[in-house]
């Protein structure tokens, strides 16, 4: 037996699989070779199995640090729809907590939105990213999935030819390939997918000028709504994650690193720009994270080349301003699964080769919707003067447009939750 075939996991234990899964594997085939162990990943994995592909997920990190990476937690009603159908949402049905309302603060005052009961795609469900990549990986590995963790993919090689490949590393230094049918890059805007692309390939980029200091708080959330603050001082947010946990954002300086504000100074300017003194103090607590998020679109297209195609993040990047990221992932990966499906259990490429204008279809609404609250929630870069004045009244104009007329605030609710 190779050292590929020993290694393959194939235990229906958990545990057993989870150890076996750690094992990092340098070499091997399978029909589709999945890059990287993110909701995007994890998702097509999963349905994969379920259909009875061929399949196996790389991923660079170890298991650990997969699971505990907190980013999202905005879940649409399709990415609920999309779990469920596919038996991936026990956990979001246990803990997961519907959501509902905006809230919008400015020097003017402040208005409620109960979006929920708008659009017609319903409420949010508030699940942290984590504790979903969680459910994934064990419903994956429980069903005999294989996985190597510590496993980084370096290249896509052969993506024109019928036959193409990954080459790896793993983190104890062994090199060697990867061989499948397809290959999906689903390793994020830094991976390999997106290095390896042929010279052509269109990338529309936009950096919006605005960074946003993100933050995990333990503390329980200070409002019953998403919470998105306009002040003269820039932009802050509050977006709870569970009733102990609470992620912030601040708008800060371009350039400015992560860590440079003291905990102290990050709860006064929250509650200067929450307006905390008119409308209640916030609940403080532990600062368990802070990462800088620079607000940038970044979409590629096409999103196939040959047998590669891009998923999640590494097809299209999205400020995290409309929480749409994420379910995009999910979305991506329903479809790709379903038309990998159609044509290696049914021989049927239809599904494939429509998939880069499917997906694009819903970036780009997804990346309109993120524009315009990008231009509502911030002040133009720049020294104050004609242009960012003439800015800032337009904002207040589409902010008291969102807090009176029912039209506008059909369509935002269709925009924030629908993908
Ligand atoms: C602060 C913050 C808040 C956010 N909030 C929301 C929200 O509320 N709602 C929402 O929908 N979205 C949100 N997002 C966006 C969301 O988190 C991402 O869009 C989502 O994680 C994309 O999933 P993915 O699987 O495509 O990529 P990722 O989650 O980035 O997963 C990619 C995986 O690939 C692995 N990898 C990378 N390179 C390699 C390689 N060379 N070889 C092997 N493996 C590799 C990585 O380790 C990782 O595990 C937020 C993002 C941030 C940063």
Redesign the pocket.
């Known amino acids: 037996m190779s050292e590929s075939q020993r290694s393959q996991l194939v235990a229906h234990d958990r545990d057993a699989a989870a150890t076996a899964a750690d094992a990092a594997t340098a070499d091997g085939t399978a029909d589709v070779v999945i ?8 998702v097509l994995g999963n349905l994969l199995q379920a259909g009875g592909i061929d399949c196996v997920v ?4 170890d298991r650990a ?2 699971q505990s ?8 009603a399709n ?1 609920v729809r999309i779990l469920e159908e596919n038996g991936l949402a026990a956990g979001l049905r246990r803990n997961g907590q519907p959501h509902a309302v905006c809230e919008f603060r400015t020097e003017d005052g402040r208005f409620r939105l109960d979006y929920g009961s708008l659009g017609p795609c319903g409420p949010h469900t508030v699940y942290p ?1 984590q504790e979903l ?1 969680t459910d994934l990986l064990t419903h994956y590995l429980d069903a005999g999935g294989r996985l190597s963790f510590e ?4 290249a896509v090689l052969d993506a024109d030819g019928a036959r193409p490949s990954v080459a ?1 590393r793993t983190a104890d230094g062994r090199q060697g390939h990867w061989q499948g049918r397809y290959v999906a890059g ?8 997106r ?1 390896s692309l042929p010279a052509g390939v269109v990338r529309h980029r936009r950096d919006h000028g605005v960074s ?1 200091l ?1 933050l995990l708080a333990e503390a329980p959330p200070s409002l019953d709504a998403v919470g998105y603050a306009v002040h003269r001082r820039g932009f802050a947010g509050h ?1 709870a994650r569970t009733p102990e946990v609470t ?1 912030y ?1 601040v708008q800060v300086e371009r350039g400015e690193p992560a860590g440079a504000w003291s905990e102290q100074r990050i709860w006064d300017e929250l509650a200067l720009r929450m307006h905390a003194a008119d409308y209640g103090p916030l609940r403080g607590g532990r600062i368990v994270q802070q ?1 800088v ?1 620079d607000l940038e679109s970044d979409v590629l297209e096409p999103l196939r080349h040959g047998s590669l195609f891009l ?5 299209s ?2 400020s ?1 301003s409309a ?7 999910v979305l991506e ?1 329903e479809i790709l699964a379903r038309a990998l499906v159609d044509d290696l259990a049914h021989g049927d490429p239809a599904g494939l080769d429509r998939y880069s204008a499917r997906c694009l279809d819903h970036i780009w609404r997804a990346q309109e919707f993120s524009h315009w609250m990008i231009q509502l929630l911030h002040s133009p870069p720049g020294p104050v003067g004609g242009e960012t004045l003439f800015h800032d009244a337009l904002r207040r104009s589409r902010l008291e447009l969102l807090r009176t007329s029912r039209t506008h605030q059909q369509w935002f609710a269709e925009g924030y939750v629908g993908v």
């Not at 890059?35 to 994890?42: D, Y």
């Not at 496993?151 to 370096?154: N, S």
């Open positions: 890059l990287g162990a993110g909701p995007a990943g994890l790389l991923e660079r990190a640090h997969v990476r907190a980013r999202a937690g905005y879940l649409a990415t990213q990549v496993t980084e993919a370096l790896v689903c390793d994020g805007r830094h991976g390999a997918a290095r946003w993100g977006m992620r954002y990462s998020v998923v999640g993040d590494a097809a990047l999205i995290p929480a749409k990221g994420a379910n995009l992932a990966a």
